[in-house]
C-alpha cells in the first residue's frame, strides 16, 4: 500500500508546525507559500518547497496538486484566500481537504463549501493535527513535553478480549493506561484485571516514540 503524500499551503507557524511533524515522520510532503523567501527558509523542513499562488487554479494544476492525498490549508489572516483556495481544491478533487480557520464563522464557510476537515489553531496544535492525520486509530493526540504526550487511542483488535495485565503495555511499550473508555462510560483507575472489549478507547501516556510504537500494533 502506498504511503500517503501531503501537501501544506502556507507556511506560517501553524502550516510549518504540520509540515514539519509529518517530514519528521517520514511522509512525502510539498510545502507551497506565496512568498519566495518563506520557501528558502523552509526548504530544509519538507520533502519539496514550492512558491505558488495558491489562488491560481493552473498553477495548482501544474504542480499537481490533485495527486496528494491531503492537502492542509493553513493559509494565515487572509480568510478570502483561505476559502478561494479551498474551493478551487474541492473542484479540483482533491481528496481531503483540512483548512485552518480564523474563527467560527470562518470555520462555518469553510463546512460549507466542502472542507473535510476544519481545525482551530488556538485548540489544535500542528504536531496533533499531523498524528491525526496519518493515523485514523489515533482520536487525540495532546504533547505534554518534548518527548512525552497523552494519546487517545482505537483499541486495537489484538487487544480486544484480553486483560491489561495480559497486554502487558508497560513492559512491552514503556507506556502506562491512564483510562479506558467504553461507550460513555470512562474508568479512570484501570487495574490489571480489566478486560479490553470492541470500540474501546484507550488514553495512554509515554514517550513519543513509543506511543508510535504502541500504534503500530493495529
Keep these: 500500500m502506498a504511503q500517503k503524500q501531503f501537501a501544506v499551503v502556507g507556511l506560517g507557524r501553524f502550516g510549518t508546525s504540520v ?3 509529518l517530514y519528521e515522520m517520514g511522509y512525502d510532503v510539498l510545502g507551497i507559500d506565496s512568498d519566495e523567501d518563506i520557501i528558502q527558509d523552509r526548504a530544509d523542513l519538507v520533502t519539496h518547497a514550492i512558491a505558488c499562488d495558491s489562488t491560481d487554479e493552473s498553477a495548482l494544476k501544474a504542480i499537481g496538486i490533485r495527486n496528494f492525498d491531503v492537502v492542509v ?3 494565515g489572516d487572509d480568510v478570502k484566500n483561505s476559502i478561494l483556495t479551498t474551493l478551487i ?15 467560527e464563522m470562518h470555520g462555518k464557510v469553510l463546512e460549507k463549501i466542502g472542507a473535510d476537515k476544519v481545525v482551530y489553531p488556538e485548540r489544535d496544535m500542528g504536531y496533533r493535527v499531523a498524528h491525526n492525520l496519518i493515523s485514523p486509530n489515533i482520536l487525540d493526540y495532546i504533547e505534554l ?10 483499541a486495537p483488535s489484538k ?3 484480553r486483560s491489561l495485565e495480559q497486554i502487558d503495555i508497560r513492559r512491552k511499550y514503556g507506556c502506562n493506561v491512564m483510562a479506558i473508555k467504553h461507550r460513555t462510560h470512562i474508568n479512570i483507575a484501570p487495574i490489571a484485571s480489566d478486560i479490553i472489549h470492541e470500540g474501546d478507547v484507550l488514553v495512554v501516556v509515554g514517550r513519543n516514540e513509543d506511543l508510535d510504537e504502541l500504534d503500530e500494533t493495529r
Design 73 to 75: 490549508v493553513a493559509i
Design 19 to 21: 509540515a514539519r511533524t
Design 145 to 154: 513535553a518534548e518527548d512525552y504526550s497523552i494519546l487517545e487511542l482505537q
Design 89 to 103: 481544491l474541492k473542484e479540483m478533487g482533491v481528496k481531503t481537504i483540512v483548512v485552518k480557520a480564523q474563527d
Design 159 to 161: 487487544f480486544v478480549g
